[in-house]
């Protein structure tokens, strides 16, 4: 209820929570991901299908609360200052949003990647179709402990889990919703998902240029 008020008076928190909400919805692409789910299940039962479903978002939640709560710790104990990890971090994102824009999209390349695959629900789907590199990168970048309070990095695993929430959603739904949009209308998507990164990855960049040199930074 608070939260739905927040929105209505334009609370700034409230838009904080939907960009970072926007973030992981771009770096995960839930839509992305139904037809690469509907590619692994390929003439199995609804049964099979549902577990693979909880267990590939099931693992994939495991998988980013790990880089929330010890991505940083990690890059601590091997001294690699926060700055040059978002700098570098960034570089990544804009190349992994590139790929996304100009390359093969998700759906074509990772439905590929299962003709040689068993192990469905592990791979491609949860990894690394749902926890994808971006969003691991993300996961960590989204909760630095210098920039951000841990109610703040609360809020941001609330998020995340929320888009993961989606994705469990739309595989549910996975036969209806590839219907309406089909397999173009996922790679448009994912497409324009990575066009958002793409500045996402960019404003990483110039704030760990920024943080590293000392810059003042203005928004």
Do not use: C
């Not at 093969?104 to 990894?127: G, H, M, Q, Y």
């Not at 609330?158 to 959603?169: D, E, H, Q, T």
């Not at 448009?188 to 930074?217: D, E, P």
């Amino acid at each position: 209820m608070f939260l739905l008020g927040a929105f209505y008076l334009g609370n700034p928190e409230m838009n904080e929570l939907l960009a970072i909400f926007i973030f992981f919805f771009a770096v995960i692409d839930p839509i992305g991901t139904v037809p690469v789910f509907i590619a692994v299940t390929r003439g199995e039962d609804d049964k099979f299908k549902r577990k693979v479903i909880f267990k590939a978002v099931g693992v994939s939640a495991v998988v980013l609360l790990f880089f929330v709560v010890a991505g940083e710790l990690l890059l601590n104990a091997i001294e690699i200052p926060l700055s040059a990890f978002q700098i570098a971090g960034g570089i990544v994102l804009l190349l992994f949003a590139l790929s996304m824009i100009f390359g093969e999209s998700k759906p074509e390349t990772e439905i590929k990647s299962v003709r040689d695959s068993t192990e469905t629900a592990i791979f491609p789907l949860a990894i690394p179709s749902i926890a994808s590199p971006g969003a691991m990168l993300g996961a960590v970048l989204m909760t630095r402990n210098e920039e951000f309070t841990w109610i703040e990095q609360l809020m941001t695993s609330s998020m995340m889990l929320a888009v993961l929430a989606l994705v469990l959603i739309l595989l549910l739904l996975a036969t209806h919703v590839h219907k309406v949009i089909g397999d173009s209308g996922a790679s448009i998507i994912s497409r324009i998902m990575g066009l958002i990164l793409s500045s996402v990855a960019v404003t990483n960049i110039l704030n760990g240029i920024a943080h590293y040199f000392g810059l003042q930074v203005y928004s």
